[in-house]
């Protein structure tokens, strides 16, 4: 674990601490709706397709599918100079959920919308462990 994460780390809120709990576990977490059987992402405290309540955690494969895709060649300000290039990704999971993540790869000019992925974890601070992708089966 680094012991100092020089980038902007996401905001853990009451609704959003289980996820972030279980990913420094490495493992990655979804809401289900309970009424309609649908996962969504980001967590929340309604299903954002039926309105009920009636959710649980469950835990996701880690696999998916890259939906979109774009490569940073200049880094989005000064504390992502030294990563570029770098890809930014809309992956979609097995669960139907799409999540934007990076992939983490070295040769950024490979990658191609609908390549298989699979979950990483980058521990980054104490409290932050980021999920992001890599490609599997190439």
């Not at 770098?86 to 790869?105: P, Q, S």
């Not at 298989?116 to 521990?123: A, L, Q, T």
Request: proline share 6%; charged share 25%; glycine share 6%.
């Amino acid at each position: 674990m680094q012991s100092q994460y020089d980038k902007p780390v996401p905001h853990i809120d009451e609704e959003s601490r289980p996820y972030w709990a279980a990913l420094k576990r490495e493992k990655l977490i979804l809401k289900r709706c309970l009424a309609c059987s649908r996962h969504h992402f980001y967590p929340r405290i309604l299903c954002p397709h039926c309105h009920s309540c009636e959710l649980k955690w469950s835990e996701a494969s880690g696999l998916g599918t890259i939906y979109s895709f774009t490569i940073a060649r200049r880094g989005a300000g000064p504390a992502f100079s030294a990563d570029a290039p770098y890809a930014v990704a809309i992956v979609e999971l097995d669960e139907g959920v799409r999540m934007m993540t990076n992939i983490v790869i070295e040769n950024v000019d490979i990658l191609a919308i609908g390549q298989r992925v699979g979950v990483i974890f980058e521990h980054v601070t104490e409290d932050v462990t980021l999920p992001k992708f890599k490609l599997i089966g190439s």
